[in-house]
């Protein structure tokens, strides 16, 4: 057993310490802004509610391209028509989407 008069030891061992570095706390400030699934879903739902006109043109023209390209290669069985798929994502956009839409 070592005798410690006073109590420097205890002292020089808590200075010699390593301490943990400025990334730490920083680190523990970001996860705390981690947000939570339906955090998420509520601000696609805000910005749905926003941008109505956005989101409906976005979605029609990504099921006209969606289903031509099922058509193309489950039904008729050939190889993709980029220009096809692509004369079918103008029609979306612009028919389906702006016209029937707005």
Known sequence: ???????????????????????????????????????EVSWLTAWINNNPFKFGVGVTTTKTVCADMFVQKVIEKRDWDARRTMLFACFGFSFQGSFQYG
């Open 1 to 39: 057993a070592v005798r410690d008069p006073g109590g420097m030891l205890r002292a020089s061992a808590r200075r010699s310490r390593p301490r943990a570095p400025r990334s730490f706390g920083m680190l523990r400030a970001s996860v705390r802004r981690i947000h939570t699934p339906a955090q």
